[in-house]
């Protein structure tokens, strides 16, 4: 998807610096999220991703720079620390803390292919189940930009790359763009339309195979990444179970 | 009816349990626990700074468990471990409070009465503090419910959802600080927790949902206090320690039953 120039965006960031006690975490980071397109920021850990994300949702401040938000944004955390103190059905979880009848939450699971669910307890869902939950509830805020931050952390592989095929048929249906944070390199990038390679600063940025190719991308991943070259070449209509060497 | 001291003493509980029934919830979700014992060691202080200074008791028991409350938001908030700031904050306003009290000439102070909670001698005037200190937090916490709720679940959601997690977490300190200071009298200083924490727990194993768990926990309390006052009457128990204990008992009792269900 060409990215737009110039026009006004969903999300952006403009040479934003962000301090976490002390040290800079993120210097001068430019980035924009536009309508429709699926953009993925990797990098090592402690590159600074999940404060980009935190960033632009509002949570944290910046120390210089702007950030502006043009859109209803659905948000799909990390992880839930799920206390089992706390009883909490899945369908008050997409209840929280905007009330929805039990039409729209039914709905909002069954797009996410897990309608069952409904009265299950949080805390009792598999991983698989409780990220499509998290991205149900985001879907219930009508967004015009979806953020989730690691999404497919503790999936298997098929589960990883089910998750994606269901972004990009959420993606297709909503017309919403995706921006996701990510230290996993192969599925990901295959599934973005565009990647930001993000180590405190933004190294490079551009499609897959670009930055794939980039000097900088290949300092900060090194040239094992090789498995994942032959999976940026492909357009995004089949499953990416295959092709993935599963040793 | 209010003339009789047994019918005070079990409206005290009933309105006390209003407000331990949900915030209790909220301490146990959370892990707030600890959070309560300072809190309410803290109103000791308070108990001697009042009598010191010819205030209502209540007033001074308030005032120390706001300021209380507040500094340990602070300081946890400041990269100290929360259990060493509480150990610290804690044992040191209980152990200045008792201090406090043994230089207090010409007043009398029941310091046993202070800890341990007196309930059978609640005044006409105390039940109206304890009613409406219990219906002010029970209100706030109904208010601002789906708002505690989500950020309690996860402070990021919140945030996205355009909740102000760290005002929801104030809210709560400060209730906890309200029922601190109203339950003093009741239960005493060094079983307020129990009163948060017993209840609530004892509501878990049977609640499917968390609204269902804040009014099983206001129930379970009530319950326990005129369980607790029963006791206390036949078989000439201290009355404060005996609501505990039966809070206690429903605790063990609910458990049974939610695994009998399960």
């Given at each position: 998807?060409?990215?737009?120039?110039?026009?006004?965006s969903?999300i952006?960031?403009?040479?934003?610096?962000?301090r976490?006690?002390?040290?800079?975490?993120?210097?001068?980071?430019?980035?924009?999220?536009n309508?429709?397109?699926?953009?993925t920021?990797?990098?090592p850990?402690?590159?600074?991703?999940?404060?980009l994300?935190?960033?632009l949702?509002?949570?944290l401040?910046?120390?210089?720079?702007?950030?502006?938000?043009?859109?209803?944004?659905g948000?799909?955390?990390?992880k839930?620390?799920?206390?089992?103190?706390?009883?909490?059905?899945?369908?008050?979880?997409l209840?929280?803390?905007i009330?929805?009848s039990?039409?729209?939450?039914?709905?909002?699971?069954?797009r996410?292919?897990?309608p069952?669910?409904?009265?299950?307890?949080?805390?009792?869902?598999?991983?698989g189940?409780l990220?499509?939950?998290?991205l149900?509830r985001a879907l219930?805020?009508k967004?015009?930009?979806?953020?989730?931050?690691?999404?497919?952390q503790?999936?298997?592989?098929p589960?990883e790359?089910?998750?994606?095929?269901?972004?990009?048929?959420?993606?297709?249906e909503?017309?919403?763009?995706?921006l996701?944070?990510?230290h996993?390199?192969?599925?990901?990038?295959?599934?973005?339309?565009?990647?930001?390679?993000?180590?405190?600063h933004?190294?490079?940025?551009?499609?897959?195979?670009?930055?794939?190719?980039?000097p900088?991308y290949?300092?900060?991943?090194?040239?094992?990444?090789q498995?994942?070259?032959?999976?940026?070449q492909h357009?995004?209509?089949?499953?990416?179970d295959?092709g993935?060497?599963?040793? | 009816?209010?003339?009789?001291?047994?019918?005070?003493?079990?409206?005290a509980?009933v309105?006390?349990?209003?407000?331990?029934g949900?915030?209790?919830?909220?301490?146990?979700w959370r892990r707030?626990a600890?959070?309560?014992?300072a809190t309410?060691?803290a109103?000791?202080?308070?108990?001697?700074?009042?009598?010191a200074?010819?205030?209502?008791v209540?007033?001074?028991t308030?005032?120390?468990a706001l300021?209380?409350a507040?500094?340990?938001?602070?300081?946890?908030g400041r990269?100290?471990a929360?259990?060493t700031?509480?150990?610290?904050?804690?044992?040191?306003?209980?152990?200045?409070?008792?201090?406090?009290?043994?230089?207090l000439?010409?007043?009398?102070v029941d310091?046993?009465?202070?800890l341990?909670g007196?309930?059978l001698?609640?005044?006409?005037?105390?039940l109206?503090?304890?009613?409406?200190g219990?219906?002010?937090?029970a209100a706030l916490?109904?208010?601002r419910?789906d708002?505690?709720?989500?950020?309690?679940?996860?402070?990021?959601?919140?945030?996205?959802?355009?909740?102000?997690?760290?005002?929801?977490?104030?809210?709560?300190?400060?209730?906890?600080?309200v029922v601190?200071?109203?339950?003093?009298?009741?239960?005493?200083?060094?079983l307020?927790?129990?009163?948060?924490?017993v209840?609530?727990?004892?509501?878990?194993?049977l609640?499917?949902?968390?609204?269902?768990?804040?009014?099983?926990?206001?129930?379970i309390?009530?319950?326990?206090a005129?369980?607790?006052?029963?006791?206390?009457?036949?078989f000439?128990t201290?009355?404060?320690?005996?609501?505990?204990?039966?809070?206690?008992?429903?605790f063990?009792?609910?458990?049974?039953?939610?695994?009998?269900?399960?």
């Amino acid at each position: 998807m060409p990215r737009v120039q110039g026009g006004m965006s969903l999300i952006a960031a403009e040479h934003v610096t962000v301090r976490l006690g002390g040290s800079e975490v993120l210097s001068d980071v430019s980035i924009a999220l536009n309508a429709g397109e699926i953009v993925t920021i990797v990098g090592p850990n402690g590159s600074g991703k999940s404060t980009l994300l935190r960033t632009l949702l509002g949570i944290l401040p910046v120390a210089s720079g702007r950030v502006t938000r043009n859109a209803r944004i659905g948000y799909v955390p990390q992880k839930l620390a799920l206390e089992r103190t706390l009883p909490l059905s899945v369908r008050r979880f997409l209840s929280l803390p905007i009330r929805h009848s039990r039409a729209e939450t039914d709905a909002a699971l069954a797009r996410v292919g897990v309608p069952e669910i409904g009265d299950r307890q949080l805390a009792d869902l598999s991983g698989g189940q409780l990220q499509r939950a998290m991205l149900a509830r985001a879907l219930l805020a009508k967004p015009q930009a979806i953020l989730l931050d690691e999404p497919t952390q503790g999936l298997d592989q098929p589960g990883e790359a089910a998750f994606y095929r269901l972004l990009e048929e959420v993606r297709r249906e909503t017309g919403a763009a995706v921006l996701m944070v990510s230290h996993d390199l192969h599925v990901v990038m295959s599934a973005s339309d565009r990647v930001i390679c993000l180590n405190g600063h933004v190294c490079c940025e551009g499609t897959p195979r670009v930055v794939s190719n980039a000097p900088e991308y290949r300092a900060l991943f090194g040239l094992g990444t090789q498995g994942a070259l032959a999976l940026y070449q492909h357009d995004h209509d089949h499953t990416h179970d295959c092709g993935h060497d599963h040793a | 009816m209010l003339d009789d001291f047994l019918v005070r003493a079990g409206l005290a509980g009933v309105g006390l349990s209003l407000a331990t029934g949900p915030l209790g919830a909220f301490v146990v979700w959370r892990r707030m626990a600890y959070f309560g014992d300072a809190t309410a060691h803290a109103a000791i202080l308070g108990v001697a700074l009042a009598l010191a200074m010819d205030l209502p008791v209540g007033f001074g028991t308030l005032a120390v468990a706001l300021v209380m409350a507040v500094t340990v938001s602070t300081l946890s908030g400041r990269g100290w471990a929360i259990d060493t700031v509480l150990g610290v904050l804690a044992h040191s306003a209980l152990a200045l409070g008792l201090v406090a009290v043994s230089f207090l000439q010409g007043v009398r102070v029941d310091l046993q009465s202070w800890l341990f909670g007196d309930i059978l001698a609640v005044s006409r005037a105390d039940l109206a503090f304890i009613w409406g200190g219990g219906a002010l937090v029970a209100a706030l916490i109904a208010w601002r419910w789906d708002r505690l709720l989500v950020a309690t679940v996860n402070e990021d959601l919140a945030h996205a959802a355009g909740v102000d997690p760290n005002r929801e977490r104030m809210v709560l300190t400060l209730a906890l600080a309200v029922v601190v200071a109203v339950s003093i009298k009741v239960v005493g200083a060094l079983l307020i927790a129990a009163m948060l924490i017993v209840p609530a727990a004892a509501a878990r194993a049977l609640a499917r949902g968390p609204e269902a768990m804040a009014l099983l926990a206001s129930a379970i309390g009530a319950a326990a206090a005129l369980a607790g006052l029963w006791l206390s009457l036949s078989f000439d128990t201290p009355a404060g320690p005996s609501i505990v204990a039966a809070a206690a008992a429903g605790f063990v009792i609910a458990g049974m039953a939610g695994r009998l269900r399960a």
